[in-house]
């Protein structure tokens, strides 16, 4: 969410944002009326303060009338009128709060002076590690994975239709391997602490990290009005939510593994072969808290704690920045981490390492107090994927595949996995 501020003092910078984003034209006439209903907002505030001084001044002095046993009645029916003035005007102050509310719960951020303009096409290639294998002879996943008897694509269509998977026998193993290597490795090396979180979060918490109102149609809800998390970033950030953190205890490093769960109501069709796009997948998830002066640097050592993984289990991979039209919504800068997956002849993405400014915490009121005494400020939220399962094993199946039909097992992976192989 943005500051009020920056429809006071800076619209231009707002309406310049959206414009980067190439959503000016669909947004520009809300940041018109919430600059109006802001306006309007602060205008009624002021004549209820007045209207209530009024009424004050009235009530003093009918107190004071009939201590002195003199005539109040036109008096008390002025503070009556006062009051059902003030009332009213309470009444449409609610109103406008509400669609003031609305509306900026629906403008994305700014994105950062850094990134470029433009949307998909634009995307800037940053770095790039290993050497893509090429796809001569390799399989893809979804027939290596079948015929090593760990991917059973048909029964998970079975049990919960398109876009659920099992992953049997070493297929499993792998995923537990993967779970526990990236745990480890986040929280032993990296500094993060890992957290166990709910699964099934409240409304408020998934408006606090921007999944509402934007997303809720990609989102599983229940009829309590739960929703099922589509990433461990809603709760891990929501672990702060109405927190003042002392500038001492930041930057704060959180990291879990969760089930993550998307309906993707707007992706029908597209990739969904195997297990490019699935509605339920694992990941482990990183959460950074930092101060403004320090979230530039906390976004490239996120994405290098990502990176990380990948050299570790040998996959080629890119780093993109991604364009201002090709940028989330709640983000205001964002890498994105494709590997190389050569039996899909395809970069696909496995991560995306963002910086949200200070636009999840003003949603979620996470603050931290510079020094004491000050004044609290927002704090800066960043997190990334590292790494999503899918996309990863895909990357591992072709990648490390052998003539054979057997899958080598990178050696980062081999204790937690068992061997040296699938077979």
């Known amino acids: 969410m943005h500051d009020l501020k920056l429809l006071r003092d800076n619209l231009s910078a707002l309406r310049e944002g959206m414009r980067r984003r190439g959503q000016l034209g669909t947004l520009g006439e809300r940041i018109d009326r919430a600059e109006v209903l802001d306006r309007e907002r602060r205008a009624r505030i002021q004549r209820v303060e007045d209207l209530k001084a009024a009424r004050n001044t009235a009530s003093q002095e009918v107190a004071r009338r009939k201590r002195a046993k003199e005539p109040a009645e036109e008096l008390i029916a002025q503070t009556r009128t006062l009051g059902e003035e003030i009332a009213a005007l309470e009444r449409d102050l609610a109103v406008a709060e509400a669609e003031l509310d609305a509306i900026l719960l629906q403008i994305p951020n700014i994105p950062l002076a850094e990134v470029p303009e433009g949307g998909e096409e634009c995307n800037r290639v940053m770095r790039t590690w290993g050497t893509p294998r090429a796809s001569d002879g390799v399989r893809p996943h979804w027939e290596i994975g079948e015929s090593l008897g760990i991917l059973d694509l048909a029964a998970g269509a079975s049990v919960a239709g398109s876009g659920f998977i099992v992953m049997k026998r070493g297929g499993a193993r792998l995923i537990r391997a993967l779970m526990s290597f990236m745990l480890d490795l986040h929280t032993r090396e990296h500094g993060y602490d890992e957290a166990w979180v709910p699964y099934l979060v409240t409304r408020q918490t998934m408006t606090g990290t921007g999944q509402l109102p934007k997303f809720e149609d990609d989102a599983y809800r229940t009829d309590d009005d739960m929703f099922l998390i589509p990433t461990a970033e809603v709760p891990l950030t929501n672990l702060l939510?109405?927190?003042?953190?002392?500038?001492?205890?930041?930057?704060?490093?959180?990291?879990?593994?969760?089930?993550?769960?998307?309906?993707?109501?707007?992706?029908?069709?597209?990739?969904?072969?195997?297990?490019?796009?699935?509605?339920?997948?694992?990941?482990?998830?990183?959460?950074?808290?930092?101060?403004?002066?320090?979230?530039?640097?906390?976004?490239?050592?996120?994405?290098?704690?990502?990176?990380?993984?990948?050299?570790?289990?040998?996959?080629?991979?890119?780093?993109?920045?991604?364009?201002?039209?090709?940028?989330?919504?709640?983000?205001?800068?964002?890498?994105?981490?494709?590997?190389?997956?050569?039996?899909?002849?395809?970069?696909?993405?496995?991560?995306?390492?963002?910086?949200?400014?200070?636009?999840?915490?003003?949603?979620?009121?996470?603050?931290?107090?510079?020094?004491?005494?000050?004044?609290?400020?927002?704090?800066?939220?960043?997190?990334?994927?590292?790494?999503?399962?899918?996309?990863?094993?895909?990357?591992?199946?072709?990648?490390?595949?052998?003539?054979?039909?057997?899958?080598?097992?990178?050696?980062?992976?081999?204790?937690?996995?068992?061997?040296?192989?699938?077979?």
């Open 241 to 423: 939510r109405d927190q003042i953190l002392d500038a001492a205890d930041l930057p704060r490093a959180l990291t879990a593994y969760t089930p993550c769960f998307r309906r993707e109501a707007g992706a029908a069709g597209k990739d969904t072969r195997g297990l490019i796009r699935l509605h339920q997948f694992d990941k482990v998830e990183l959460v950074r808290f930092a101060t403004p002066e320090t979230s530039a640097l906390e976004l490239e050592l996120l994405t290098s704690h990502a990176e990380r993984v990948l050299q570790l289990l040998e996959l080629p991979y890119r780093v993109l920045m991604l364009a201002a039209g090709d940028t989330g919504f709640s983000s205001a800068k964002t890498y994105d981490l494709e590997l190389w997956a050569p039996g899909v002849g395809k970069w696909l993405e496995v991560s995306s390492c963002s910086s949200f400014t200070d636009f999840q915490a003003r949603r979620a009121n996470i603050r931290y107090r510079p020094a004491p005494g000050e004044k609290p400020r927002f704090v800066h939220t960043l997190n990334g994927s590292a790494l999503a399962f899918p996309r990863t094993i895909i990357a591992i199946l072709e990648h490390h595949q052998r003539p054979d039909g057997t899958v080598n097992i990178p050696a980062a992976l081999r204790p937690y996995f068992g061997g040296d192989q699938l077979t």
